[in-house]
């Protein structure tokens, strides 16, 4: 047993009153959960505590809530675990950040901290005391009470907005679909999602642009586009492309793999939804796949990255793209002139190579034959190792029976297990 | 790990040779006076920043492992400047070393160039950013002695870029837990005062700037304006894409969430060549386009 202060953002909107902090101090196990934390305080110190939960076991979705910041589930995230990283991040702060001086609210939100004056160091936290664990309600959702969030707006309707059912070819069979089981494994991955929300609440680009569909929507909508018995993958794919806040409105920041209690991955979905519109000749325009293409042709030719010709030829591709820009292209080019300006001025840009597009050298010697005759190469054969279906080699690397590229596990139980 | 002298084969990426030269110019002078020799790469390419990845796995990852193959050529582990190499070129190695099969497939391709990437069972190669490398194998207390000019009084945001704090699992957080509070210890180590903001790892957006510049500018305008109410004089980061949306479009980032902005971002060589004596001219600052003004003022108070 072991005492924690978690520290709960409480919102209640029949009050009037704007969200406020309100510290509980519990006691339980280390390797308890942070729901059991918030169920102790509820029970004995304050019934009035709002959170939903319900299987405490990882499996309903219900707990979604952010412990010290991080999205995640109350019962999925160890109390002592939490205190460790309250701990760390304090740490990490020492002695020159303010927030030694952050006046502690007493439960029930008491007044000391709020007089002025010299006398204001009792109210604070002594270096090297106890570190709250921070409890908040989900991000990027309205707040309902305290740490019950309103997951229609944000979760659900996305969720619908991608077409979550399958759309089957011509009449459906009379007994159930037969498919080879190796054509499912693809999508094991986005269908062991559980709806909880995490990824949504701790998605950066949702934070800026509240439209974007977002990584639970766009994960179940690889599920289908991966799913053999579909008939409108394309349709599917040109969809979320073509949406401004769709496939390529994804800031690639792993937030979403980290929030995921199930191993979901969402934006490696994402990832695989523009890969799967690339291969589906699918342009769009976001310049989404003119930049993966400009990107990647740049490498070839030049094994590093030209960025003046990355830029003309995401905005306008090829030769057609500048006889005939889009209107888009011709506002974005211009609307980067500023920038240009201003790069050139401070010398930061004052080159050839980066004013010019194409003028960027090449890899010295013989190494840009050698980066050409992997592309020859990889595009030929273009697999994906999942690392989620395949699961790393470790404790099977003594069997005698591994062979080369042979698939040892298609059981997604080995990312599970870890 | 203190050797004595620290060699390493050293991948300094594309964009601190292209729109953020100051990165490579400072790194240079920040290596000659910790004592560390860099051996450049100057053959091995792009990391492909995920969006080769997004194309076609197999291409990325024969390209990282073309480039791991060349560093442990040198018979040296490996360091980078950028965030994004660290984490385009993690994923890959993540895949390499997960399976032998899939590594013998890649070293194929390999095999006709004279090369080949060995997965290192005891770690004893790795790949590590600038700032894994101070803190883990320079040391601290090693770059405390070295200090010529404390940062006292700067007010240093920190600003780590994603792909070095996420996903924990492959970046070495089982490792090295404190990997996401390292920034705070050099600032610290270094003199300097840390600011505490929300943005410290969070997203630049600069991976959607040419497909929603508005939610990209929208990501560095506030993270920039949330760093200034909190006092900072300057951001610092190991990340040159954080730099070109956190600095080069700062002005149009300013525009995007209407406020005055002008705060300067340091790229990570620049903060610790500072402490370590050099000037802001031979560090490049006069590159960049958020005026470092106020940061040369506020270091010039104390005596070099």
């Not at chain 2, 600003?159 to 699992?169: S, T």
Request: aromatic share 6%; proline share 6%; charged share 25%.
């Amino acid at each position: 047993m072991a005492d924690y202060t978690i520290k709960v953002r409480r919102y209640q909107p029949e009050s009037g009153d704007p969200a406020y902090w309100e510290e509980f101090n519990v006691e339980l196990d280390p390797s308890l959960s942070v729901l059991d934390g918030l169920l102790q305080a509820k029970d004995r110190e304050d019934g009035s505590l709002a959170v939903r939960c319900s299987c405490r076991a990882a499996i309903c979705g219900s707990c979604g809530m952010k412990v010290n910041g991080q999205s995640t589930l109350g019962c999925k995230t160890q109390i002592g675990e939490a205190q460790e990283q309250a701990d760390k991040m304090a740490s990490a702060l020492g002695t020159t950040a303010d927030v030694a001086s952050t006046p502690i609210r007493g439960v029930g939100g008491g007044t000391e901290g709020t007089e002025s004056g010299p006398d204001i160091e009792t109210a604070t936290i002594p270096a090297g005391g106890p570190v709250p664990i921070v409890i908040e309600p989900m991000g990027n959702m309205p707040v309902i009470k305290d740490l019950v969030t309103d997951m229609e707006s944000t979760h659900w309707t996305k969720i619908r907005r991608v077409t979550p059912w399958l759309l089957p070819h011509g009449e459906a069979p009379e007994r159930e679909y037969i498919v080879e089981p190796e054509s499912m494994i693809d999508i094991t991955q986005s269908m062991a999602c559980i709806q909880c929300g995490a990824c949504v609440s701790s998605c950066l680009s949702m934070e800026a642009d509240p439209l974007f569909i977002g990584p639970a929507a766009l994960a179940k909508a690889y599920r289908f586009v991966g799913d053999p018995r579909d008939a409108e993958t394309s349709e599917r794919l040109t969809d979320l492309a073509h949406d401004p806040h769709g496939i390529y409105d994804c800031t690639h920041c792993f937030s979403c793999v980290d929030a995921c209690p199930k191993g979901v991955a969402p934006m490696d979905q994402i990832m695989r939804l523009r890969r799967k519109a690339g291969e589906n000749g699918i342009e769009d325009p976001n310049s989404g796949h003119s930049h993966e293409m400009a990107f990647v042709n740049i490498i070839e030719k030049k094994g590093t990255l030209d960025e003046s010709l990355l830029l003309q030829e995401s905005f306008a591709p090829g030769v057609l793209g500048k006889l005939m820009p889009t209107k888009r292209a011709i506002k974005e080019m211009i609307g980067s002139l500023p920038t240009a300006v201003r790069g050139i001025k401070t010398g930061k840009m004052r080159s050839l190579p980066k004013l010019i597009p194409g003028v960027h050298h090449k890899l010295p010697g013989g190494a840009q034959d050698d980066v050409k005759a992997i592309y020859k190469h990889a595009e030929e054969h273009n697999e994906e190792f999942n690392l989620y279906i395949k699961g790393e080699e470790g404790e099977l690397a003594d069997e005698p029976d591994i062979e080369k590229g042979a698939e040892r596990s298609t059981s997604p139980a080995n990312a599970e297990a870890k | 790990m203190m050797a004595d002298q620290i060699k390493v084969a050293y991948w300094p990426g594309c964009v601190s040779r292209g729109f953020t030269p100051e990165l490579h110019g400072s790194m240079a002078i920040v290596a000659q006076k910790l004592g560390i020799e860099l051996v450049e790469l100057d053959r091995a390419n792009c990391s492909g920043a995920g969006v080769i990845a997004e194309h076609n796995q197999e291409l990325a990852d024969t390209l990282n492992a073309r480039t791991f193959a060349l560093a442990q050529q040198t018979g040296l582990s490996m360091m980078n400047i950028c965030s994004t190499c660290q984490g385009a070129q993690s994923e890959c190695q993540q895949r390499l070393d997960a399976d032998s099969g899939y590594r013998a497939h890649i070293n194929e391709v390999l095999s006709g160039q004279g090369l080949s990437y060995e997965r290192s069972e005891d770690g004893s190669w790795n790949n590590k950013n600038f700032l894994w490398l101070l803190v883990e194998d320079y040391g601290l207390d090693r770059l405390a002695a070295q200090v010529k000019r404390p940062l006292s009084g700067l007010r240093v945001g920190p600003f780590y870029g994603c792909y070095i704090v996420r996903p924990k699992e492959r970046l070495g957080y089982n490792q090295y837990p404190d990997r996401d509070i390292y920034l705070e210890k050099v600032i610290e180590t270094l003199g300097g005062q840390i600011v505490e903001y929300d943005g410290a790892r969070k997203c630049c957006g600069f991976p959607v700037i040419t497909m929603n510049r508005e939610t990209s500018l929208t990501q560095a305008g506030t993270h920039v304006g949330d760093a200034i109410d909190a006092g900072a004089d300057c951001l610092v980061t190991p990340c040159p894409l954080c730099h070109l949306n956190l600095d080069m479009q700062q002005p149009e980032a300013a525009k995007v969430v209407n406020r005055d902005l002008g705060l300067a971002v340091l790229h990570l060589p620049q903060l610790v060549g500072l402490a370590l004596g050099a000037t802001p001219k031979e560090l490049g600052m006069g590159k960049h386009i958020a005026s470092t003004k106020w940061v040369e003022e506020r270091l010039t108070a104390v005596p070099a």
